[in-house]
């Protein structure tokens, strides 16, 4: 199971999202990552799937989204430097699952190492977006499926885990493989998404806000990955109101 994010839930317009906004990581030692699958492309808007945020006007944020030009972008601004942004070379399909992975390296350098990986478990690209200064801000907002100026994913989420560290490529790829939390060490929140819940279950006791999402029966199917995906598995959306 899943949540639905697509800006027509009882949030309205596009309101629809999952946040925190205490105990948040620190754009620059944190790893934000999950399961994630369009609905639709939705062009001339943002798509946004992790943010981090200061929720202010003009506000610093450190994401992982589509443009509004439709291509899926690492981007960040800190109020200090210039909006600083990586364009993937590749994109996942509308209608796909896919894992995606946000891990904030701070700076100076290189302030974010952000990957996807297919259906399969295959890597298919990442990017490391450069700052010539340190990249830091104080986040007062966490953001799953939406960001600060209310640009929705249009798409499903699940299987979402926060650490206060930096993940490795190969420790991502065991947390894509497991229903449940690999590495426990420096865990800042999680949740499923079964039921449509934003339940912590890291035991954090850190659960997130849902505003205006539904809940759905499409899933990534991981219990047996990387072995066998079925791909054929599609319930369609089971909306629960």
């Known amino acids: 199971m899943s949540i639905l994010v697509d800006g027509t839930g009882g949030g309205g317009g ?20 999950g399961w994630f699958k369009r609905v639709a492309a939705g062009a001339g808007t943002y798509r946004t799937l ?34 600083q942004a990586a364009n993937f070379a590749s994109e996942p399909a509308v209608g796909v699952w896919f894992y995606a992975a946000l891990v904030g390296t701070g700076g100076p350098g290189v302030f974010a190492t952000a990957r996807w990986w297919n259906a399969a478990g295959v890597l298919q690209d990442t990017q490391q977006p450069s700052d010539p200064d340190a990249f830091n801000f104080t986040a007062t907002r966490m953001e799953v499926g939406a960001n ?17 560290a930096q993940l490795t ?11 449940t939390i690999v590495r426990t060490a420096n865990i800042n929140t999680a949740f499923t998404g079964i039921g449509g819940s934003g339940t912590d ?13 539904d809940a759905s029966l499409d899933e990534p199917v991981i219990e047996d990955f990387p072995h066998s995906i079925d791909t054929s598995r599609r319930y369609g959306h089971l909306l629960v109101r």
Do not use: K
């Not at 279950?201 to 999402?213: A, E, I």
């Open 14 to 33: 596009g309101s629809d999202r999952l946040s925190r906004t205490a105990n948040l990581p620190d754009p620059a030692n944190m790893t934000m990552a």
């Open 50 to 83: 992790l943010e981090l945020n200061n929720a202010g006007s003009g506000s610093a944020y450190f994401a992982m989204q589509w443009s509004d030009s439709n291509a899926l972008i690492v981007t960040g601004n800190d109020q200090v430097d210039v909006a």
């Open 148 to 164: 600060n100026s209310d640009e929705f994913l249009n798409g499903l989420v699940a299987y979402v885990r926060v650490w206060d």
């Open 169 to 179: 490529r190969a420790e991502l790829e065991a947390e894509m493989r497991s229903l």
């Open 201 to 213: 279950v890291s035991g954090n006791g850190r659960n997130w806000t849902l505003v205006g999402t």
